[in-house]
């Protein structure tokens, strides 16, 4: 590679680690819910409802933080809407994330009419003295903003919650058999509902991330199908930490390749090349589906099953 080559590498690898911390946000929160046996397809609204909520919350504040803040909490609550059903009424789970999904994407339409397009500062970065300036490495890993850098810490953050405490013990007794964990006394039902709030902040916060960082604005229907990536990227990781990271980058890679092919003005159709962040989904879903024995020994056993109490 020659020098101006190693000069865009740099830059390059910071716009993938950037794409990517939306998915990040998103699919380590669903991770947590599927590990609970819960399985909430109900993403792409939840960040859609914290895109606009963040967004609304920072241009009528002026905080990044609260913005950050109210997406988390508008996921949040998105999510206790699903809770309620799937957990406490018994509803389906598959159909009810859908109607989440619909119900998200229509409430973030209606509250962000007045908001479409206007501009917000951007969110600061952090830069390092010293390290920023690196060659390669400090654009790439230095010059990120505060999300960028939380999302990162989550990977290690939730594989230690899961593997090494207690309550991640808990929570996972609780995606394998419910009903054993019952049995012992705990109880199921609000572990799962507690998982479930902490996917949709997560979810949340990835949305947040698109309208008050990555873009920075609102329009409608801004995360373009990033919710079922992230859930596409939870079977990708075999319900792992870490390799939800490795997949969020390798997701973010293509669609940075994706942008800078458009730029380069590519002999290749625009709607073709917005294609492969998708296809790359599609492709990598039928590479491990084929694997059926890892994706019965990594899956949670109750996962989307049903959980009565008295049952």
Not at 30 to 40: C, I, P, R
Not at 155 to 160: E, N, T
Not at 168 to 192: C, D, Q, T
Not at 238 to 250: I, N, S
Request: hydrophobic share 55%; net charge neutral.
């Amino acid at each position: 590679m020659n020098g101006e080559g190693l000069l865009i590498l740099g830059p390059v690898l910071a716009a993938m680690i950037t794409a990517a911390t939306p998915l990040l946000y998103a699919a380590l929160g669903e991770l947590v819910v599927e590990k609970s046996g819960v399985l909430n397809l109900g993403v792409e609204g939840m960040m859609l409802a914290g895109a606009v909520i963040g967004f609304i919350v920072m241009v009528n504040t002026g905080s990044h933080t609260l913005g950050f803040a109210g997406a988390a909490l508008a996921g949040a609550v998105m999510a206790a809407l699903f809770g309620v059903l799937t957990l406490l009424l018994l509803a389906n789970q598959v159909a009810t994330g859908l109607a989440l999904t619909l119900f998200g994407v229509g409430l973030a339409s209606l509250v962000g009419q007045g908001y479409v397009g206007r501009p917000i500062p951007d969110v600061p970065e952090l830069r390092v003295p010293g390290l920023s300036d690196l060659p390669i490495v400090g654009p790439a890993l230095f010059g990120h903003d505060l999300p960028v850098y939380l999302a990162l810490a989550l990977v290690p953050a939730v594989s230690w919650f899961l593997y090494r405490t207690r309550a991640g013990l808990v929570l996972r007794a609780v995606g394998e058999n419910h009903s054993a964990a019952h049995a012992l006394g705990y109880k199921v039902l609000g572990i799962r509902f507690l998982a479930v709030l902490f996917g949709g902040a997560m979810s949340g916060m990835g949305g947040a991330y698109l309208s008050l960082a990555y873009t920075p604005m609102w329009a409608e229907g801004m995360t373009a199908g990033r919710g079922w990536i992230a859930l596409a990227l939870v079977v990708f990781a075999t319900w792992k930490p870490e390799r939800v990271l490795l997949g969020a980058w390798l997701f973010g890679g293509v669609t940075i390749m994706q942008l800078h092919a458009q730029g380069m003005g590519l002999a290749v159709s625009s709607q073709l090349l917005s294609m492969l962040p998708y296809l790359a989904t599609v492709v990598v879903l039928v590479a491990i589906s084929r694997d059926v024995t890892r994706i019965r020994l990594n899956a949670p056993a109750c996962l989307g099953k049903v959980f009565h109490p008295e049952a």
